[in-house]
């Protein structure tokens, strides 16, 4: 899979109000981009997760966001069907399936879409250790993917 391509500086220099991260299930990649985004952005930016269907929380996921002293604390992965509000400036996609459906509800939105293309690491397989190298990965890539787009120095910026 390829990364993606590097964000305009004017795109980047902004930080939106509200950021939604969608994924397939909301029990891997976006709940692990909405721990990390909560980290480097603002107090002020509203962050949330979900899927485009609800799947069950994954023990990695938990494993790998504590090797970096984060946590999902009591969260449970939600649809996008179950937020109280779907009015986002940004909504960035994490997969395929996902992004079609931000499209599908933006049409009449004034939300910025991006897509983000993760690996879905669910699909590894082999020793625990390789495992958990698959959903490392995806918290880098993530992290480095928040990095990029919002700047790092955002937090302290506005503290």
Request: contains cysteine.
């Amino acid at each position: 899979m390829s990364d993606f391509s590097p964000f305009s500086a004017p795109a980047a220099s902004r930080a939106p109000q509200s950021v939604l991260f969608l994924c397939g299930m909301n029990s891997i990649r976006s709940p692990m981009a909405e721990v990390l985004a909560r980290r480097a952005l603002p107090r002020g930016v509203f962050i949330a997760s979900a899927g485009v269907r609800a799947g069950e929380r994954d023990p990695f996921v938990d494993a790998v966001l504590a090797e970096e002293g984060l946590s999902l604390d009591d969260r449970q992965p939600q649809s996008i069907d179950e937020l109280p509000d779907t009015n986002f400036d940004l909504i960035i996609t994490l997969s395929p399936e996902a992004h079609h459906r931000a499209l599908d509800m933006t049409r009449t939105d004034a939300a910025e879409v991006e897509y983000w293309p993760m690996l879905d690491p669910t699909i590894v397989s082999g020793t625990r250790d390789q495992i958990m190298a698959a959903y490392r990965d995806v918290r880098e890539r993530l992290a480095s993917s928040i990095a990029s787009r919002f700047g790092s120095d955002n937090k302290s910026a506005t503290k």
